[in-house]
Nanobody, 115 residues
């Protein structure tokens, strides 16, 4: 099992930046895939970015070139650096971890992009 706790969300103006953190209860190097998903009001949850233990990454087309996912084994944390934020990035962002054949989720952190 793994518990995930997100932090770093908030209100930011368009064009601004935020860094989300996902603290895991175990070494992230033991987690096959870690990822970030988001859900806007009235919409389905969608993938934002994922990273494997081998540091292979995949991004949604809507965030390519603006967001960067990373994982740090030293502090059991995954990060999502978000730059050039747009109002359409507004959503609750969830951390996800795949361990074996199970998926785990954090409680989510709100990101609001507005002037």
């Amino acid at each position: 099992q793994v518990q995930l706790v997100e932090s770093g969300g908030g209100l930011v103006q368009p064009g601004g930046s935020l860094r989300l953190s996902c603290a895991a209860s175990r070494n992230v190097n033991s987690i096959n895939v870690m990822g970030w998903y988001r859900q806007a009001p009235g919409k389905e949850r969608e993938l934002v970015a994922v990273i494997t233990t081998g540091r292979t990454t995949h991004y949604a087309d809507s965030v390519k070139g603006r967001f960067t996912i990373s994982r740090d084994n030293s502090d059991n944390t995954a990060y999502l650096q978000m730059n050039s934020l747009k109002p359409e990035d507004t959503a609750v962002y969830y951390c996800n971890a795949v361990l074996g054949n199970r998926a785990y989720w954090g409680q989510g952190t709100q990101v609001t992009v507005s002037s």
